[in-house]
C-alpha cells in the first residue's frame, strides 16, 4: 500500500520550487513529490499534517563536517552527528578527513563510505589531499575519486609548501575532484585567537588575519593557474574576501569555477564575544573583528561568498574545560546553523530567504555534484520545514555527543520542525523519528 503524506498549509520558498503557490499542499506519495498545489483534497488513505505556520523548503547541504570516525568517537560519530545534521534541517553532509586513521587512500575510503550508510542523512565522503595529512606527499586522487569521494581537503591544517599544493590542485582536476582549503599560515605556533585588543586584555597569543588571507591569495592564484575547481573553507576575515572577489573576477574570463564559504559563528559573534563565550568561541579561523563580520554578511549579500557551511567540530567537555591557550579549536555547528543563519541575516539583516536557501542547499548541493535540489513533483522528497517563532537553545537539546556549542543559552529564530531525506521522514515536530528497519 502507497504511503501518502499531504503538507497542509505550507508557506513556499519560491527558490525551492519550480512553481508555487505562496500557501501550498504538497503531497507526498511513498517519498515523491506528487503535487504541490494551492489545494489538494485529503482522501482516507493520505496521512495529514497540519503546517499551518510552517515554510516549507529544500533540505539543507553542509559542505564542511568533521564527524570525528573513525578514531575520534568520544567525541562524536557517524550516528550522533547525522542526528544532529538531521535536527538542523540537513539532507546531505560533507565529512571531512582528519580522522584517525585519515582517509588519506581508497581502501580507508570505502571503509569510511560503508560506516556513513548508517546515517540520518547522506554523507558525502571527502579524501585526504597528502598522505596523513602532513603536507608532503600527494594522495591517490583517482583511487579516491572511483571509491567515492566528490572532493580532496587536508581541511585541520593548510598546505604550506607551494609546490605540494599546485600538485594537489594538479591531482585534483585530473581525477575530476573538488579541492576543498583550510587557508592558514602557521606565523605563531602558540596562537589562540585573534591579535588585538582581546588578545592582549587576556595574556594570549594572537594569530594574524594575514594567517588566512596570504593562503587563500596563493590557493586561488594556483586555481587559476592550473584550472583546478577550488573551495575555500571557513572565511573569516575582509582581507580574505577581497582576495577572492579579485580570483572570481579573473575566473569568470577563464571558466574556472571558484567558491568559497563561511560559517555562522563568523557574521554572528566577534572576538570582543571570546571573554563571554570562553572555549566554546576558540575555532580556526579565529573570530574576527566587527569590520570582518560585516564583510563576510556582505560578501554573502554579493555572492561573493556562495556557501553557508558549519565546520562542525565536536570536543568533548573535559577537552574544552581546560581554558583557552590549551583547548582544542572547534565547535558544533548543525544544530543551529540554519537558525542562527536565518535570525542574523534574514530577521535582522534584511536577507530573503530564498537567499538563504541558495546559500544553505541550492548551491551546496550543486558544488558536491548532487544537481538540482529543488522541490519538484516526480522527485524523491529532500525537503525541511521550519517556524519563525523565537526558542532559546537549550545544552539539553543537543544529540551530539558534545557540547561544544556558542549559541547555547541564546535567543534564536527559526526552528526545524519537520525534515525528509530522499524520501524518508526524519524529523516530526522537531524530533527525530527512529527508521522503520
Not at 506528487?34 to 553542509?62: F, H, R, W, Y
Not at 555572492?303 to 582544542?328: Q, Y
Not at 526545524?416 to 521522514?425: A, E, I, P
Request: overall charge negative; aromatic content about 4%; some cysteine.
Amino acid at each position: 500500500m502507497l504511503l501518502k503524506i499531504l503538507l497542509r498549509g505550507v508557506k513556499t520558498v519560491k527558490a525551492c520550487f519550480s512553481e508555487a503557490p505562496d500557501i501550498a499542499d504538497i503531497l507526498l506519495t511513498d517519498g515523491v513529490v506528487t503535487a504541490v498545489e494551492k489545494q489538494v483534497k485529503p482522501t482516507d488513505d493520505m496521512v495529514v499534517i497540519d503546517c499551518n505556520g510552517l515554510t516549507a523548503g529544500s533540505a539543507l547541504v553542509d559542505l564542511h563536517v568533521h564527524l570525528r570516525d573513525p578514531g575520534f568517537t568520544h567525541k562524536e560519530d557517524v550516528l550522533s552527528g547525522t542526528a544532529a545534521a538531521a535536527l538542523g534541517g540537513y539532507c546531505a553532509v560533507a565529512a571531512m578527513p582528519n580522522t584517525n586513521p585519515v582517509l588519506d587512500t581508497p581502501e580507508r575510503l570505502k571503509a569510511a563510505i560503508e560506516r556513513y550508510k548508517q546515517g540520518w542523512v547522506q554523507v558525502l565522503p571527502i579524501g585526504a589531499i597528502t598522505l596523513e595529512q602532513r603536507g608532503h606527499t600527494v594522495t591517490d586522487m583517482q583511487g579516491m575519486a572511483e571509491a567515492g569521494a566528490f572532493a580532496v581537503s587536508d581541511d585541520g591544517r593548510g598546505i604550506v609548501a607551494d609546490e605540494v599544493a599546485r600538485q594537489g590542485m594538479e591531482k585534483a582536476k585530473q581525477a575530476g575532484l573538488l579541492t576543498i582549503v583550510h587557508c592558514e599560515e602557521i606565523q605563531d605556533p602558540l596562537g589562540v585567537i585573534c591579535q588585538g585588543a582581546t588578545a592582549e586584555k587576556l595574556g594570549l597569543h594572537g594569530i594574524a588575519v594575514s594567517s588566512e588571507a596570504n593562503m587563500v591569495k596563493r590557493d586561488t592564484e594556483l586555481a587559476l593557474a592550473c584550472g583546478s575547481r577550488l573551495h575555500v573553507a571557513h572565511v573569516s576575515a575582509r582581507e580574505s574576501i577581497d582576495h577572492i572577489r579579485l580570483a572570481k573576477q579573473k575566473a569568470a574570463q577563464n571558466g574556472v569555477q571558484i567558491t568559497a564559504e563561511t560559517c555562522p559563528h563568523y557574521f554572528t559573534f566577534t572576538h570582543e564575544d571570546v571573554p563571554a563565550l570562553g572555549t566554546n568561541g576558540k575555532m580556526k579561523p579565529p573570530l574576527m573583528t566587527q569590520d570582518d563580520c560585516k564583510a563576510v554578511i556582505e560578501a554573502l549579500r554579493e555572492g561573493i561568498l556562495d556557501v553557508i557551511s558549519t565546520d562542525h567540530a565536536p570536543h568533548s567537555e573535559e577537552e574544552k574545560a581546560v581554558g583557552l591557550e590549551k583547548a582544542p579549536f572547534g565547535i558544533l555547528g548543525l544544530q543551529t546553523a540554519f537558525a542562527a543563519s536565518y535570525t542574523k541575516l534574514v530577521k535582522e539583516k534584511g536577507f530573503t530567504i530564498d537567499m538563504l536557501f541558495e546559500q544553505m542547499s541550492l548551491t551546496p548541493a550543486k558544488i558536491a555534484g548532487m544537481g538540482d535540489l529543488r522541490i519538484l513533483c516526480g522527485k524523491k522528497a529532500n525537503l525541511m520545514l521550519f517556524d519563525e517563532k523565537e526558542f532559546v537553545f537549550e545544552k539539553s537539546m543537543i544529540v551530539s555527543k558534545s557540547c561544544n556549542s556558542p549559541f547555547v543559552g541564546k535567543c534564536l529564530c527559526g526552528r526545524v520542525r519537520y525534515v525528509f531525506v530522499d524520501g524518508q521522514l526524519k524529523v516530526a515536530q522537531g524530533k527525530l523519528v527512529e527508521n522503520e528497519e
